[in-house]
Antibody, heavy 119, light 108 residues
Framework: DVQLQESGPGLVKPSQTVSLTCTVTGISITTGNYRWSWIRQFPGNKLEWIGYIYYSGTITYNPSLTSRTTITRDTSKNQFFLEMNSLTAEDTATYYC???????????WGQGTSVTVSS | EIVLTQSPTTMAASPGEKITITCSASSSISSNYLHWYQQKPGFSPKLLIYRTSNLASGVPARFSGSGSGTSYSLTIGTMEAEDVATYYCQQGSSIPRTFGGGTKLEIK
């Protein structure tokens, strides 16, 4: 069964960079036609799509976040990563990784990792 | 960016009641790219309906979806206590992917 698991530091200081990892089991992230996505949910429950890395390695970002977001992967570990810099309190959220099917819907989600930006 | 507006934002229904949630898009979307998720408190969102009207694996038949263009809806034929959750629509038609603001469904 496909499973995704996020991990991260939990608490980050303003202006710093957060690095999150998504570990995928049950399928290779290089399997065709899937996109490996990052999505965040703010307090109050609004969902925001951050971006994804395609099975081929192509990356697409939300234009509103592209200047301070980097998505990468390690195929040998079947992991993909999110780096976001210049954090402010407005980046406090639960960060999810998810698999996007070729029908452009997210069919598997991780359990989420909370990121709090505070000094 | 395609903005998705859901209504109502919150609602309460009695067991057995039929409920409908709507999702309005700021631009026309192919019905192949409008999807619904269910999120129960403390859990991650779960795919509920994909491509407007297709039930995800394990989803009870009391759930259904319909729509086209800029207007879509999610219906629960008979409300059950386990349906208490927040429901989100999502469009996969264009970048960035966007979600509706959510409809919180409670039980009376």
């Amino acid at each position: 069964d496909v499973q995704l698991q996020e991990s991260g530091p939990g608490l980050v200081k303003p202006s710093q960079t957060v690095s999150l990892t998504c570990t995928v089991t049950g399928i290779s992230i290089t399997t065709g036609n899937y996109r490996w996505s990052w999505i965040r949910q703010f307090p109050g429950n609004k969902l925001e799509w951050i971006g994804y890395i395609y099975y081929s390695g192509t990356i697409t970002y939300n234009p509103s976040l592209t200047s301070r977001t980097t998505i990468t992967r390690d195929t040998s570990k079947n992991q993909f990563f999110l780096e976001m810099n210049s954090l402010t309190a407005e980046d406090t959220a639960t960060y999810y990784c998810a698999r996007e099917d070729y029908g452009n819907f997210m069919d598997y989600w991780g359990q989420g990792t909370s990121v709090t930006v505070s000094s | 960016e395609i903005v998705l507006t859901q209504s109502p934002t919150t609602m309460a229904a009695s067991p057995g009641e039929k409920i409908t949630i709507t999702c309005s898009a700021s631009s026309s979307i192919s019905s192949n790219y409008l999807h619904w998720y269910q999120q129960k408190p403390g859990f991650s969102p779960k795919l509920l309906i994909y491509r407007t009207s297709n039930l995800a694996s394990g989803v009870p038949a009391r759930f259904s979806g319909s729509g086209s263009g800029t207007s879509y809806s999610l219906t629960i034929g008979t409300m059950e206590a386990e349906d208490v959750a927040t429901y989100y629509c999502q469009q996969g038609s264009s970048i960035p992917r966007t979600f509706g603001g959510g409809t919180k469904l409670e039980i009376k």
